[in-house]
C-alpha cells in the first residue's frame, strides 16, 4: 500500500477562538498543524481531545491536529508560523519566538487585528522590529472572518497581503481549503488597517444597538464609517480599493451585522449603559477595537484625517458621552455642507490626499525625520 506524503507542517502561535479557528482551516487544507497555546491545560485538550471548550465550544477539530505550550518544540521545523494572540501581547510573544524563527524562507503570518498602544505600530511593523526580518517575509490575512462561522465550516474568503508577491501566494496556497478561500493582495497597510478600522465603527454599531437606534442610524454609521476608514488607511499609504474589498468593506459587514462579534457586544454593552471597566470585566475574549480606538486617533490626528465616528466611540469609552448622542456626524460640526465622498482624491475636497502629499513634502524638508513609512 502506498504512504500519503509527509504534510508540511505549519505551526499557529495562539490557541484562542482565531488562532483554533485557522488551526482548524489549514488542517482541513491539508497541513500538518500544531497549535501553540501559552496554557498547558489548554495545549493538552487541543492535543488529546481534539476540542477548545473554551474558546469554541461544540467544535471538533481535526484528529491531526496538534497542540503544545512548549514554544520551541511547536516552532521547530514549521514552513509557516501564524500569530494570533491579542495585539497588545504580541511583542512579548515575539521577543520569546526570537531564538526559534532564524529560518528566512518561512513566512511570518499576522492573523491580528489591532494597532500596539504603546508604539501606534501596526502588528506586520512589530513583526519586523522584533524579529528584525525581511518584510517579505512577513504576510497579514484579514477579511470578514468570524471564527465561529468558519469552525462551523461555513464559506469564506479572506485576503492575504504581503508586499511579496511571492510570499502572499505561498501562505493562500496554504490558507486555503473548501470552505475557506484566500486572495492575495501587496498592500499590506491598507490590508492591516481595514481590520484595526472596522473594530472601531463595530463598536460603534454595538453601541447604536445598545441604545435601540435602528436600521437608518446603522446605514448611516456604517457608510460614513468606511469613508473615515478610506480616508485614514489612504493617509498612511494604503490603496482606497483596499478598502473596498475583502479586508475592508466586507469585514465591516460581517463584525456590525454579528452579534458573535466581541466588538460588536462590547458596543453593545456600552450602549446600555455600562461603564468601559463593567464591559471588559463582562468579556472573556479579546475586543481589540477597545485598545485601538486611542492609537488610531493619536494617527488620525498626525495624519488630519477626521475620524467623526471614531471619536465618539473614544467619548463614550471615557465616559464623556452618553451614548444616546451617538451620531454619523459630530454635533458639535460646523453647519457648512460637506461633499459624500472620501478626501482622498475621489471627491473635490482631495483633503486626506492634499494633506499626505504636503506632509511628504515637510518630511523632505525636514531630510526625512519622522518620515511614516511601511516599515518601523
Ligand atoms: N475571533 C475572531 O473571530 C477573529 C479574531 N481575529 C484577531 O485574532 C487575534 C486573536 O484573537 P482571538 O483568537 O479571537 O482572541 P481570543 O480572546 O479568543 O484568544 C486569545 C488567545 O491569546 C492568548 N493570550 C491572551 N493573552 C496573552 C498573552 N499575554 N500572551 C500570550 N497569549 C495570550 C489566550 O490565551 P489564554 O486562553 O491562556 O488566555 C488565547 O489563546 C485578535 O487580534 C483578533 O482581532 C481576527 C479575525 C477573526
Ligand atoms: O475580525 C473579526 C471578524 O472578521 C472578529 O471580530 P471581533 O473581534 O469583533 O469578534
Not at 488529546?48 to 497542540?67: D, F, T, V
Not at 508604539?119 to 477579511?143: F, K, W, Y
Not at 482606497?240 to 452579534?259: E, H, K, N, R
Request: hydrophobic share 40%.
Amino acid at each position: 500500500m502506498s504512504r500519503r506524503p509527509e504534510q508540511p507542517k505549519v505551526v499557529v502561535i495562539g490557541a484562542g477562538s482565531w488562532g483554533t479557528t485557522f488551526g482548524k482551516i489549514l488542517a482541513d487544507g491539508g497541513a500538518q498543524v500544531t497549535m501553540w497555546a501559552r496554557r498547558a491545560e489548554l495545549a493538552h485538550e487541543i492535543d488529546e481531545a481534539k476540542r477548545n471548550s473554551k474558546y469554541l465550544p461544540g467544535i471538533n477539530l481535526p484528529r491531526s491536529m496538534r497542540a503544545t505550550h512548549d514554544l520551541e518544540r511547536a516552532i521547530d521545523g514549521a514552513t509557516q508560523i501564524y500569530l494570533s494572540v491579542p495585539s497588545q501581547s504580541a511583542r512579548d510573544t515575539l521577543r520569546d519566538m526570537r531564538p526559534y524563527v532564524g529560518d528566512p524562507s518561512v513566512p511570518l503570518v499576522s492573523l491580528m487585528k489591532g494597532v500596539e498602544k504603546k508604539t501606534n505600530l501596526r502588528m506586520s511593523q512589530v513583526i519586523e522590529q522584533e524579529l528584525a526580518c525581511d518584510p517579505a517575509r512577513i504576510a497579514v490575512a484579514s477579511g470578514p472572518n468570524l471564527a465561529l462561522e468558519i469552525a462551523q465550516q461555513q464559506p469564506t474568503a479572506a485576503v492575504i497581503a504581503s508586499s511579496s508577491q511571492e510570499t502572499a501566494d505561498a501562505v493562500a496556497r496554504r490558507a486555503r481549503n473548501a470552505y475557506f478561500r484566500s486572495f492575495v493582495n501587496t498592500d499590506v497597510i491598507g490590508t492591516e488597517f481595514g481590520g484595526v478600522l472596522k473594530n472601531l465603527i463595530a463598536v460603534a454599531i454595538g453601541i447604536v444597538d445598545g441604545v435601540g437606534y435602528g436600521e437608518n442610524t446603522k446605514a448611516s454609521i456604517i457608510t460614513r464609517g468606511l469613508v473615515e476608514m478610506t480616508d485614514f488607511a489612504v493617509a498612511y499609504g494604503a490603496q482606497p480599493g483596499t478598502l473596498q474589498g475583502l479586508a475592508g468593506l466586507g469585514d465591516l459587514i460581517a463584525t456590525c451585522q454579528s452579534p458573535l462579534s466581541r466588538n460588536n457586544t462590547a458596543g453593545r454593552l456600552l450602549g446600555q449603559g455600562y461603564k468601559f471597566q463593567e464591559v471588559i470585566a463582562q468579556m472573556n475574549q479579546t475586543a481589540e477595537g477597545l485598545a485601538s480606538v486611542g492609537p488610531v486617533l493619536k494617527l488620525a490626528k498626525d495624519a488630519g484625517v477626521e475620524m467623526p465616528i471614531v471619536q465618539q466611540v473614544k467619548m463614550v469609552l471615557d465616559g464623556r458621552m452618553n451614548p444616546r448622542e451617538i451620531a454619523p456626524h459630530l454635533t458639535t460640526d460646523d453647519d457648512t455642507p460637506q461633499g459624500e465622498g472620501t478626501q482622498n482624491g475621489q471627491d473635490d475636497r482631495g483633503g486626506a490626499l492634499r494633506r499626505a502629499i504636503e506632509r511628504a513634502l515637510d518630511l523632505l524638508r525636514d531630510g526625512g525625520r519622522g518620515a511614516r513609512s511601511d516599515r518601523p
